[in-house]
């Protein structure tokens, strides 16, 4: 089992930057697959980026548009999002999640075991 934290939200004004960073326990990390979705008020949870548990495989939701990048430092058991080129729609809390499979690079929530609490993103105009 794998506990997931995020951190690194905040407010930004668009056009503006933020890296969320998603740290887990356990000693294991680089066997999971791990994503980032969002969820905006109102709305539904949001695919928005994964990537392999050894960093060689990511895919990207299509309203990322090539702004953020999905990394991760498995000797520090920590996933990134970079974000560039913020939006106003971009305004949710983010969630970090994990398969314990690491070859599963998965856009939709149901294949993700674990679930981190989120972090609040929040975009000005």
């Known amino acids: 089992q794998v506990q997931l934290v995020e951190s690194g939200g905040g407010s930004v004004q668009a056009g503006g930057s933020l890296r969320l960073s998603c740290t887990a326990s356990?000693?294991?990390?680089?066997?999971?697959?791990m994503g980032w979705f969002r969820q905006a008020p109102g709305k539904e949870r949001e695919f928005v980026a994964a990537?392999?548990?050894?960093?060689?495989?990511?895919y990207y939701g299509h309203s990322i548009q090539g702004r953020f990048t999905i990394s991760r430092d498995n000797a520090k058991n920590t996933m990134f999002l970079q974000m560039n080129s913020l939006k106003p729609d971009d305004t949710a809390v983010y969630y970090c999640?994990?398969?314990?499979?690491?070859?599963?690079?998965?856009?939709?929530?149901?294949?993700?075991?674990?679930w981190g609490q989120g972090t609040q993103v929040t975009v000005s105009s």
């Open positions: 990537i392999s548990g050894n960093g060689e495989s990511t």
């Open positions: 356990g000693r294991t990390f680089s066997s999971y697959a």
């Open positions: 999640a994990a398969i314990p499979r690491a070859w599963e690079v998965a856009g939709t929530e149901d294949r993700y075991d674990y």
